[in-house]
């Protein structure tokens, strides 16, 4: 269920799961605008060009710098109901661009309130600005012990905190073949994680394989638009096992405010 013409912005364009997301929203039926943003002299705008169909009329590419006042004539400007945050740094990146402590609060968490700030200054129907659907993490909690995860956790309560409609996507790991970046981590992951998981789901245990198995950034990109665009998703939650089922929403009863929502937060 899509609202009329919808108007996407991704921010995190040019990431590995940020791409696949622009290409996701454009091949949604009624949607009318993908704005897919990149930040002034980013090494990685070239991927974004080589990466997209630019002649399709519904994408257009935006340069904007993460600060307040860029963000806040962007948003004005394009006016958004939807703004998929695929943002995400990692230590070195960070390390490499000269940010000093803890990256994933001075860059992740950072720019989510950027982000929220902005969004709450566009008008929207009814008054409510854009929803945000943010790509976090299972495991995703402020208390958690890696500092990752307690970012992701408190970009949430941010996020929930707002007042602005939000749907928050956790997504297992996200690797795959054709992920532009070295991560021998993530592929020891997938590979020593994906197998157990494989034997689990065999042997009954279907939802924990769904939440738990890695995704590649196809998967997660139309797990998070499909969810994002989803009247059933709104203010809540959606785990991996959501995430990769198609058709979950359709086939499941569901009203507002009902217990089933309840573990989500």
């Not at 704005?35 to 904007?64: K, M, N, T, W, Y």
Request: charge should be neutral.
């Amino acid at each position: 269920m899509l609202p009329a013409d919808p108007v996407v912005l991704v921010i995190g364009a040019t990431g590995y799961v940020g791409l696949e997301t622009v290409r996701a929203a454009a091949e949604t039926d009624h949607v009318q605008r993908v704005f897919a943003h990149v930040r002034p002299g980013s090494q990685s705008r070239q991927r974004l060009l080589d990466g997209l169909d630019l002649a399709s009329d519904r994408i257009r590419i935006e340069e904007c710098p993460l600060e307040e006042a860029a963000l806040d004539d962007l948003l004005q400007r394009i006016g958004p109901t939807h703004i998929f945050l695929c943002h995400g740094t990692t230590a070195k990146r960070a390390d490499r661009e000269g940010v000093d402590g803890n990256p994933y609060e001075k860059v992740d968490l950072a720019i989510t309130r950027q982000l929220v700030i902005a969004a709450a200054r566009v008008e929207g129907d009814p008054g409510l600005g854009p929803r945000m659907v943010y790509l976090s993490s299972m495991g995703a909690n402020p208390a958690a012990r890696s500092p990752y995860l307690a970012a992701r956790g408190q970009s949430e309560d941010v996020i929930r905190e707002s007042g602005l409609p939000f749907t928050l996507c956790r997504a297992p790991l996200i690797t795959g073949p054709d992920r532009p970046e070295r991560r021998p981590g993530e592929v020891w992951g997938r590979r020593l994680l994906d197998p157990v998981l494989s034997v689990l789901g065999f042997l009954g245990m279907r939802r924990l394989r769904g939440r738990y198995t890695s995704m590649d950034a196809r998967e997660t990109a139309e797990g998070l638009v499909r969810s994002g665009f989803h009247y059933m998703t709104i203010n809540r939650a959606v785990l991996g096992d959501e995430l990769r089922r198609v058709g979950v929403y359709e086939k499941e009863s569901w009203v507002p405010a009902s217990r089933r929502d309840e573990p989500r937060f």
